[in-house]
C-alpha cells in the first residue's frame, strides 16, 4: 500500500516538458502547407433563381406570341403520334396508407381520415410501329370515413 502511494505521489509531481518554438513553428508550417486553397462559394444559389426566372420568361413569350406561332412543329409532331397510341393496360398500386385518426365533421359527427398513396401507371402502345408509352404518376387520395358508435 505504501508503494502505491509513493508512485501516485510522484506521478503528481511530474510535468510535460513544454513545447519548443522550434516544434511549434513546424508544424503551423505544415498546416499551412497541407490546407487546400481557398475557393469561392459556388453560385449554387443563382441557379435556384435563374431557372424560375427564365420558365417565367418562356411562359409569357408563348402567351404573347399569336396562337399559330406559339404551336411549335414539335407540338404538329407530336398531335398525330397522339393519335395513333392506344391505351393498353392502367395499373393502380397502393403505396401507403395512413391513418391520420379521429377528425369532427361539420355537423359534429366523428370521422375517421385516411391518406392513401398510390402510383397510376399507364401503357400507350402504337399498333403500327409497336412503339410503347408507359406513363407512372404518383396520386393521394384523402378519404372521410364516418364513424358510427354502437
Same mark, same amino acid.
Given at each position: /500500500? ?6 501516485? %505521489? !510522484?506521478?503528481?509531481?511530474?510535468? $510535460? ?12 508550417? &505544415? ?14 444559389? #443563382? ?12 411562359? /409569357?413569350?408563348?402567351? +404573347?406570341?399569336?396562337?399559330?406561332? %406559339? ?15 392506344? $391505351? *393498353?393496360?392502367? !395499373?393502380?398500386?397502393? +403505396?401507403? *396508407?395512413?391513418?391520420?385518426?379521429? *377528425?369532427?365533421? &361539420? &355537423?359534429?359527427?366523428?370521422?375517421? @381520415?385516411?391518406?392513401?398513396?398510390? *402510383? ?7 399498333? @403500327? ?8 404518376? $404518383? @396520386? ?8 358510427? #358508435?354502437?
Amino acid at each position: /500500500m505504501d508503494d502505491l502511494s509513493k508512485l501516485e %505521489a !510522484e506521478l503528481r509531481s511530474l510535468r $510535460p516538458a513544454p513545447v519548443s518554438t522550434a516544434l511549434t513553428a513546424r508544424i503551423a508550417r &505544415d498546416l499551412a502547407a497541407a490546407a487546400p486553397p481557398r475557393r469561392e462559394a459556388p453560385l449554387h444559389w #443563382f441557379w435556384a433563381i435563374a431557372l424560375p426566372a427564365a420558365a417565367a420568361v418562356v411562359a /409569357m413569350l408563348l402567351q +404573347v406570341l399569336p396562337e399559330r406561332r %406559339a404551336e411549335s412543329s414539335l407540338a404538329a409532331a407530336l398531335r398525330p403520334a397522339e393519335a395513333q397510341l392506344k $391505351p *393498353v393496360a392502367a !395499373e393502380n398500386v397502393l +403505396v401507403s *396508407v395512413r391513418d391520420e385518426g379521429l *377528425v369532427t365533421l &361539420d &355537423d359534429g359527427s366523428p370521422a375517421r @381520415r385516411e391518406r392513401l398513396r398510390y *402510383v397510376d401507371t399507364i401503357q400507350w402502345r402504337n399498333p @403500327r410501329t409497336n412503339a410503347s408509352l408507359i406513363w407512372t404518376v $404518383p @396520386r393521394e387520395e384523402v378519404r372521410v370515413v364516418p364513424v358510427v #358508435f354502437q
